[in-house]
């Protein structure tokens, strides 16, 4: 099985992408495909089918899959952002 720099529950920053600077706890990592659902990013709408949670059906939004290429550990974000401080704008 392959090792990723990220796991369950770590918190990320989305660093490219629609999402990028998005924080977020790894909800789940998708080994297979290299992808994992960040909480709150790449949010998607599902169309649920009539059931008996759903007697109605109904539209949910919930959380899609982001290549684990674009999520970087939120301490080595920070720790990045402090080595390197953006310039002041005057």
Known sequence: MKRFHVKKNDEVVVIAGADKGKRGRV???VAKKERVIVEGARMIKKHMRKSQQYPQ????EREGTIHISNV???ADSDARAAKHPAPAAS
Request: hydrophobic letters at 60%.
């Open 72 to 74: 970087m550990k939120a």
């Open 57 to 60: 059906g109904q539209i949910v």
């Open 27 to 29: 909800i789940s990592v």
